[in-house]
Nanobody, 125 residues
Framework: QVQLVESGGGLVQAGGSLRLSCAAS????????MGWFRQAPGKEREFVAA????????SYADSVKGRFTISRDNAKNTVPLQMNSLKPEDTAVYYC??????????????????WGKGILVTVSS
C-alpha cells in the first residue's frame, strides 16, 4: 500500500511558476513508476508527466513539454513537479499517482494503482 499526498498548489498568474510535490508513504516507493495527471473542469483526467523507478526515464504530454519537469527523490519518497511558463489552460486539479514499471512513455489512468486526493492549480490570465 502506498499513500500519496500532493502539496504546493494555488493561484498564479499566467507566465508564472509553481512547484508541486508528492509525498509518498508506505512500502517500496522506489518500486513504482510515478506520474502526475490533471483534470480540468468538465474534462477527463489526463496524463501530464511520468518518471521511471530509477529516475533515469521521463516522459511528458506534448502540452507541457519544455515547461514542466518531473523528478523524484527515492531517499525522501518525494516526486516534485516544477511548472514554469504557466498558462490559463494549465488550470486543473493535479493528481500524483503510482503504478508498476511499464515500457510505455505516455501513461493512462488505468496504468496507475495508487492516487493522491489531488490539489488545485489555478492560472489567471
Amino acid at each position: 500500500q502506498v499513500q500519496l499526498v500532493e502539496s504546493g498548489g494555488g493561484l498564479v498568474q499566467a507566465g508564472g511558476s509553481l512547484r508541486l510535490s508528492c509525498a509518498a508513504s508506505g512500502r517500496s516507493f522506489s518500486n513504482y513508476v510515478m506520474g502526475w495527471f490533471r483534470q480540468a473542469p468538465g474534462k477527463e483526467r489526463e496524463f501530464v508527466a511520468a518518471i521511471s523507478r530509477s529516475g533515469a526515464g521521463r516522459s511528458y504530454a506534448d502540452s507541457v513539454k519544455g515547461r514542466f519537469t518531473i523528478s523524484r527523490d527515492n531517499a525522501k519518497n518525494t516526486v516534485p513537479l516544477q511548472m514554469n511558463s504557466l498558462k490559463p489552460e494549465d488550470t486543473a486539479v493535479y493528481y500524483c499517482a503510482a503504478g508498476p514499471e511499464t515500457p510505455k512513455l505516455i501513461l493512462n489512468t488505468d496504468d496507475m494503482i495508487y492516487w493522491g486526493k489531488g490539489i488545485l492549480v489555478t492560472v489567471s490570465s
